[in-house]
Protein backbone atom coordinates (compact mmCIF):
# COMPACT_ATOMS: atom_id res chain seq x y z
CA UNK A 1 0.00 0.00 0.00
CA UNK A 2 1.13 3.50 -1.12
CA UNK A 3 0.68 6.58 1.68
CA UNK A 4 1.80 9.54 -0.62
CA UNK A 5 2.78 13.10 1.27
CA UNK A 6 3.08 16.80 0.03
CA UNK A 7 6.45 16.78 1.71
CA UNK A 8 9.28 14.84 3.24
CA UNK A 9 8.27 16.88 6.42
CA UNK A 10 4.81 14.93 6.34
CA UNK A 11 6.11 12.01 5.49
CA UNK A 12 8.56 11.86 8.39
CA UNK A 13 5.76 12.68 10.72
CA UNK A 14 3.47 10.01 9.79
CA UNK A 15 6.43 7.95 9.63
CA UNK A 16 6.91 8.84 13.50
CA UNK A 17 3.70 8.70 14.29
CA UNK A 18 3.29 4.92 12.68
CA UNK A 19 6.72 4.15 14.78
CA UNK A 20 5.41 5.61 18.28
CA UNK A 21 1.91 3.64 17.70
CA UNK A 22 3.56 0.37 16.87
CA UNK A 23 5.70 1.05 19.74
CA UNK A 24 2.75 1.34 22.01
CA UNK A 25 0.93 -1.19 20.77
CA UNK A 26 3.25 -3.82 20.89
CA UNK A 27 4.57 -2.71 24.68
CA UNK A 28 0.74 -2.93 26.03
CA UNK A 29 -0.11 -6.08 24.57
CA UNK A 30 3.44 -7.98 24.70
CA UNK A 31 5.77 -5.83 27.23
CA UNK A 32 8.25 -4.73 24.62
CA UNK A 33 8.70 -3.62 20.92
CA UNK A 34 11.35 -5.08 18.71
CA UNK A 35 12.57 -2.67 15.84
CA UNK A 36 14.61 -2.59 12.69
CA UNK A 37 16.58 0.39 11.66
CA UNK A 38 17.48 1.30 8.26
CA UNK A 39 20.59 3.16 7.20
CA UNK A 40 21.18 5.47 4.57
CA UNK A 41 20.03 9.18 4.07
CA UNK A 42 16.39 8.96 4.21
CA UNK A 43 15.82 8.30 7.43
CA UNK A 44 17.50 10.76 8.98
CA UNK A 45 14.42 13.48 9.42
CA UNK A 46 13.03 10.60 10.37
CA UNK A 47 15.35 9.33 13.39
CA UNK A 48 15.99 13.51 14.09
CA UNK A 49 12.10 13.48 14.96
CA UNK A 50 11.91 10.72 16.91
CA UNK A 51 14.59 11.90 19.60
CA UNK A 52 12.78 15.27 19.77
CA UNK A 53 10.97 16.13 23.09
CA UNK A 54 7.46 15.90 21.62
CA UNK A 55 8.08 12.33 20.56
CA UNK A 56 10.57 10.32 22.41
CA UNK A 57 8.92 11.36 25.97
CA UNK A 58 6.12 9.25 24.49
CA UNK A 59 8.21 5.42 24.63
CA UNK A 60 9.15 3.56 27.15
CA UNK A 61 12.50 3.24 25.73
CA UNK A 62 13.47 0.05 28.47
CA UNK A 63 11.19 -1.94 26.69
CA UNK A 64 12.64 -1.15 23.19
CA UNK A 65 15.02 -3.69 21.27
CA UNK A 66 16.90 -2.30 17.90
CA UNK A 67 18.41 -3.84 15.40
CA UNK A 68 19.27 -3.21 11.70
CA UNK A 69 18.13 -4.17 8.51
CA UNK A 70 21.93 -4.58 7.05
CA UNK A 71 25.61 -3.10 7.40
CA UNK A 72 27.95 -2.14 5.65
CA UNK A 73 30.92 -4.06 7.36
CA UNK A 74 32.71 -1.25 8.90
CA UNK A 75 33.35 -0.59 12.25
CA UNK A 76 31.13 1.67 14.60
CA UNK A 77 33.05 4.50 14.07
CA UNK A 78 32.97 5.06 10.77
CA UNK A 79 31.33 7.54 8.84
CA UNK A 80 29.88 4.76 6.21
CA UNK A 81 28.48 2.89 9.40
CA UNK A 82 24.35 2.89 9.82
CA UNK A 83 24.84 2.26 13.29
CA UNK A 84 27.07 5.61 14.05
CA UNK A 85 23.97 7.59 11.66
CA UNK A 86 21.43 6.26 13.42
CA UNK A 87 23.45 6.81 17.37
CA UNK A 88 23.87 10.29 16.17
CA UNK A 89 20.53 11.30 15.14
CA UNK A 90 17.96 9.14 17.53
CA UNK A 91 19.58 6.60 19.84
CA UNK A 92 22.28 8.80 21.71
CA UNK A 93 19.09 11.32 22.25
CA UNK A 94 16.59 8.64 24.33
CA UNK A 95 16.95 6.46 27.23
CA UNK A 96 17.48 3.06 25.56
CA UNK A 97 19.57 0.58 27.48
CA UNK A 98 22.77 -0.56 25.74
CA UNK A 99 22.20 -3.86 26.14
CA UNK A 100 18.95 -3.43 24.01
CA UNK A 101 20.74 -2.25 21.13
CA UNK A 102 22.53 -4.82 18.34
CA UNK A 103 24.55 -3.03 16.00
CA UNK A 104 25.25 -5.17 12.95
CA UNK A 105 29.02 -5.20 13.38
CA UNK A 106 31.83 -6.48 16.30
CA UNK A 107 35.60 -5.98 16.14
CA UNK A 108 37.48 -9.75 15.97
CA UNK A 109 35.18 -11.54 13.69
CA UNK A 110 34.42 -11.92 9.91
CA UNK A 111 31.06 -10.56 8.66
CA UNK A 112 30.28 -14.12 8.17
CA UNK A 113 30.70 -15.42 11.30
CA UNK A 114 28.92 -12.28 12.75
CA UNK A 115 26.30 -13.25 10.49
CA UNK A 116 24.66 -16.26 12.09
CA UNK A 117 25.98 -14.72 15.89
CA UNK A 118 23.64 -11.57 14.79
CA UNK A 119 20.72 -14.45 13.77
CA UNK A 120 21.08 -15.64 17.19
CA UNK A 121 20.62 -11.99 18.75
CA UNK A 122 17.41 -12.23 16.93
CA UNK A 123 16.22 -15.65 18.08
CA UNK A 124 17.15 -14.88 21.61
CA UNK A 125 14.75 -11.69 21.61
CA UNK A 126 12.03 -12.68 19.22
CA UNK A 127 12.00 -16.58 19.85
CA UNK A 128 11.67 -18.78 16.77
CA UNK A 129 8.93 -17.11 15.33
CA UNK A 130 11.23 -14.08 14.80
CA UNK A 131 8.35 -11.88 14.39
CA UNK A 132 9.59 -8.00 14.53
CA UNK A 133 6.83 -5.51 15.63
CA UNK A 134 7.87 -2.98 12.87
CA UNK A 135 10.65 -3.07 9.92
CA UNK A 136 11.92 0.09 8.20
CA UNK A 137 13.82 0.42 5.14
CA UNK A 138 15.25 1.80 2.47
CA UNK A 139 14.87 1.62 -1.38
CA UNK A 140 17.88 2.50 -3.64
CA UNK A 141 17.75 3.79 -7.31
CA UNK A 142 17.65 0.55 -8.15
CA UNK A 143 15.51 -1.23 -6.46
CA UNK A 144 17.17 -2.84 -3.66
CA UNK A 145 16.44 -2.89 0.18
CA UNK A 146 18.64 -3.83 2.85
CA UNK A 147 21.93 -5.38 1.24
CA UNK A 148 19.87 -7.22 -0.89
CA UNK A 149 21.49 -5.69 -4.21
CA UNK A 150 20.00 -7.07 -7.87
CA UNK A 151 21.62 -10.28 -8.89
CA UNK A 152 23.47 -11.31 -5.89
CA UNK A 153 22.92 -14.71 -4.28
CA UNK A 154 21.32 -13.43 -0.94
CA UNK A 155 17.96 -12.95 -3.29
CA UNK A 156 17.69 -16.44 -3.31
CA UNK A 157 18.47 -17.08 0.46
CA UNK A 158 15.45 -19.49 2.20
CA UNK A 159 16.82 -20.26 5.21
CA UNK A 160 18.77 -18.05 7.13
CA UNK A 161 17.29 -15.13 8.30
CA UNK A 162 21.03 -13.14 8.37
CA UNK A 163 23.40 -13.30 5.79
CA UNK A 164 26.59 -11.89 4.76
CA UNK A 165 28.59 -11.97 1.42
CA UNK A 166 31.36 -9.94 -0.11
CA UNK A 167 29.69 -7.05 -3.04
CA UNK A 168 31.97 -6.79 -5.41
CA UNK A 169 30.94 -3.73 -7.01
CA UNK A 170 31.26 -1.92 -3.67
CA UNK A 171 34.77 -3.81 -2.71
CA UNK A 172 33.15 -4.51 0.47
CA UNK A 173 31.32 -6.59 2.81
CA UNK A 174 27.68 -6.65 3.61
CA UNK A 175 25.60 -8.09 6.33
CA UNK A 176 21.92 -8.32 5.95
CA UNK A 177 18.41 -8.99 7.42
CA UNK A 178 16.91 -11.72 4.67
CA UNK A 179 14.21 -11.53 2.77
CA UNK A 180 12.51 -14.85 4.64
CA UNK A 181 12.56 -13.02 7.97
CA UNK A 182 12.12 -9.10 6.79
CA UNK A 183 8.80 -10.76 5.32
CA UNK A 184 7.88 -12.38 8.85
CA UNK A 185 7.48 -8.75 10.26
CA UNK A 186 3.51 -7.57 11.77
CA UNK A 187 4.45 -4.09 9.59
CA UNK A 188 7.20 -2.85 7.25
CA UNK A 189 7.33 0.81 6.18
CA UNK A 190 9.86 1.70 2.85
CA UNK A 191 10.94 5.17 3.03
CA UNK A 192 11.19 6.61 -0.59
CA UNK A 193 10.95 10.49 -1.46
CA UNK A 194 12.49 12.47 -4.64
CA UNK A 195 12.54 12.15 -8.13
CA UNK A 196 15.50 9.77 -8.39
CA UNK A 197 13.12 7.13 -6.66
CA UNK A 198 10.49 7.38 -9.23
CA UNK A 199 11.44 4.80 -11.64
CA UNK A 200 12.55 1.79 -9.18
CA UNK A 201 9.15 2.80 -7.49
CA UNK A 202 7.23 2.41 -10.74
CA UNK A 203 9.12 -0.72 -11.67
CA UNK A 204 8.85 -2.39 -8.10
CA UNK A 205 4.94 -1.62 -7.75
CA UNK A 206 3.74 -1.67 -10.88
CA UNK A 207 6.17 -3.56 -13.31
CA UNK A 208 6.61 -7.28 -14.02
CA UNK A 209 8.23 -9.50 -11.34
CA UNK A 210 11.38 -9.60 -11.63
CA UNK A 211 12.88 -9.97 -8.28
CA UNK A 212 16.94 -10.88 -9.68
CA UNK A 213 16.49 -6.63 -11.13
CA UNK A 214 14.18 -5.16 -8.53
CA UNK A 215 15.02 -7.03 -5.24
CA UNK A 216 12.21 -4.98 -3.00
CA UNK A 217 9.66 -6.43 -5.21
CA UNK A 218 10.60 -10.06 -2.43
CA UNK A 219 9.26 -8.10 0.53
CA UNK A 220 5.47 -9.32 0.62
CA UNK A 221 4.99 -9.93 4.54
CA UNK A 222 3.66 -13.23 5.18
CA UNK A 223 1.08 -11.64 7.41
CA UNK A 224 1.87 -8.52 8.49
CA UNK A 225 1.33 -5.15 6.46
CA UNK A 226 3.63 -3.42 4.58
CA UNK A 227 3.54 0.83 3.56
CA UNK A 228 5.36 2.75 0.70
CA UNK A 229 5.57 5.85 2.43
CA UNK A 230 6.38 8.23 -0.39
CA UNK A 231 6.73 11.66 -1.64
CA UNK A 232 4.91 13.23 -4.55
CA UNK A 233 8.37 13.68 -6.46
CA UNK A 234 8.69 9.34 -6.30
CA UNK A 235 4.99 8.83 -6.92
CA UNK A 236 6.11 10.24 -11.18
CA UNK A 237 5.27 8.34 -14.07
CA UNK A 238 2.78 5.90 -11.73
CA UNK A 239 -0.28 4.81 -13.48
CA UNK A 240 -2.13 4.66 -9.56
CA UNK A 241 -0.86 7.60 -7.67
Do not use: C
Not at 60 to 83: C, I, Q, T
Not at 84 to 93: A, D
Not at 97 to 122: C, H, L, R
Request: net charge negative; no cysteine.
Amino acid sequence: MKRIFISTEELNENAAGTFISSALKAINEKGSFTVVLTGGSSPEGLYKLLASETYKSKIDWNKVYVFWGDERWVPLDNDLSNAKMSSKTLLSHVPIPDENVFPMYKDGVTAVEYAVEYEQSIRTILGDEGKFDLILLGMGDDGHTASLFPGEAVLNEKTKWVDAYWLAPQNMYRITLTAPLINKAAKIIVIAFGEKKAPALKEVTEGEYNPEKYPMQLIKPETGELFFFVDKEATKGLKNN
